[in-house]
């Protein structure tokens, strides 16, 4: 027994981590997101049966996410910046207001209940889906993206709201950029650079946050020191990375290939069916 589990269990695991490491991988260059909107969800599960409590087990979730995000985001951002997708006049609007977000959102998962998590997850991948996969030319806030301070405030909505869905600025950026008239394609593009900006300090906010959860469960190995550092799972980011770095630049090569329809579809649908998880699991408590 190691963890709590069996042999068998801990291989079945860590298949399965590997596996959604391809498919986070690939979805990170497809949809520029950095593949947390589909780690949380199965980190979720895997942590569950690892039978770390649910009081902490969402915020680790986030927080292995984030880490998890840093070698693919770069990854995936890399070969987005290849092909000139990349709005850098946003990024250079926005790097500070988000660096302010997810110094504030690595504050509050500190204290925060683990509902909230949950919460803001399916509120916005919720909201995302919907202006996706409905989505109607008059369904806009503007022409272009806004100057002076409202396109701050979205900046720090966007830093804070991401580091607590762990999901690297892709779900709320991709959202604002289409509502403003922009190209799925760059926004898709622009998101991947802002998965870089956010999960180095998300990462690192939520291994400070995590910090007292060892102590607060010393019989939970999965939250103890070598297995984990605050509340990033150091066996889950492990063996994620290696496959999400191989298979992230297919998924841009995939992106590029899409139409603008088919991909707006495809990532509606996909924010629907994970922010559905969620709702269930608020429903049912655990």
Known sequence: MIAGLDIKELVELALLLIAVGALSGFLAGVFGIGGGAILVPVFYECFRIAGVPLEVRMPLCVGTS?????????????????????????LRVWWIPILIGVVTGSVVARYAPERLFKIVFVCVAWSAAVRLIFARETWKLGDDL?????????????????????????????LLMTFYGRPIHQAVATS?????????PGALGYIYAGWPAAATYPSVAALQVPFALGYVSLI??????????????????????????????????YLFIVGSRFVMSLVGGQ
């Open 192 to 200: 991947s650079a802002l998965a870089v900006l956010i999960s180095i």
């Open 146 to 174: 806004p100057k002076g301070p409202l396109m701050r405030v979205y900046g720090f909505c966007v830093g804070i709201l991401s580091t607590l869905m762990g999901i690297g600025g892709g779900l709320f950026s991709n």
């Open 236 to 269: 889950g980011a492990v063996l994620v990375m290696p496959m999400s770095l191989v298979t992230a630049p297919l998924g841009v090569r995939a992106a590029h290939a899409m139409s603008k329809r088919t991909l707006e579809v495809a990532f509606g649908c």
């Open 66 to 90: 984030l880490a998890v995000i840093i070698p693919t985001s770069i990854r995936s951002f890399q070969a987005h910046y290849k092909r000139g997708a990349v709005d850098l006049g946003v």
